[in-house]
């Protein structure tokens, strides 16, 4: 028992990190979208500040879906739009996830990170994809950026 205390207490610590990283990320988004077919073959990400944007990405990412995903609400006053995508991947089993957000006085910095659902070991299906994620994040003033 005391040791199983004092694995946790050290992971407690390690989590806090320097000042300007934060590990409680999903407190700076929200998922609106995300899943392995964005018809996007290009990786990168792209912040989205207005209507016609956002409409240009899902309207990509609807073309071969039924149903389509509905085009969320976004208030551009105080919220910005940031869409990631991974690119073309020859085999089933990616997502994207966000593994750090950065504070620092006048940016908040947003990465993403390519997750790979299975070991090189396992057998995947041979199938184009192009994984994305989608989130909305409160725009404070600080200038927002996001990169893998």
């Given at each position: 028992?005391?040791?199983?205390?004092?694995?946790?207490?050290?992971?407690?610590?390690?989590?806090?990190?320097?000042?300007?990283?934060?590990?409680?990320?999903?407190?700076?988004?929200?998922?609106?979208?995300?899943?392995?077919k964005?018809?996007?073959?290009?990786?990168?990400v792209?912040?989205?500040?207005?209507?016609?944007?956002?409409?240009?990405?899902?309207?990509?990412?609807?073309?071969?879906?039924?149903?389509?995903?509905?085009?969320?609400?976004?208030?551009?006053?105080?919220?910005?739009?940031?869409?990631?995508?991974?690119?073309?991947?020859?085999?089933?089993?990616?997502?994207?996830?966000?593994?750090?957000?950065?504070?620092?006085?006048?940016?908040?910095?947003?990465?993403?990170?390519?997750?790979?659902?299975?070991?090189?070991?396992?057998?995947?299906?041979?199938?184009?994809?192009?994984?994305?994620?989608?989130?909305?994040?409160?725009?404070?003033?600080?200038?927002?950026t996001?990169?893998?």
């Amino acid at each position: 028992m005391a040791l199983l205390l004092v694995t946790v207490t050290s992971c407690k610590s390690k989590m806090e990190g320097t000042p300007e990283q934060n590990f409680g990320k999903q407190s700076y988004y929200t998922a609106l979208s995300d899943g392995p077919k964005s018809n996007i073959e290009n990786k990168g990400v792209r912040l989205i500040t207005n209507d016609r944007e956002l409409q240009e990405v899902y309207v990509k990412i609807n073309s071969t879906r039924k149903p389509i995903i509905e085009i969320p609400e976004v208030n551009w006053n105080n919220q910005t739009v940031i869409a990631a995508f991974a690119g073309r991947k020859s085999t089933a089993g990616y997502s994207l996830e966000i593994y750090q957000v950065r504070e620092r006085e006048k940016e908040r910095i947003y990465q993403f990170a390519e997750i790979p659902s299975s070991s090189a070991a396992d057998v995947v299906s041979t199938v184009i994809t192009t994984p994305y994620m989608i989130v909305l994040v409160n725009n404070d003033g600080k200038k927002i950026t996001a990169s893998f």
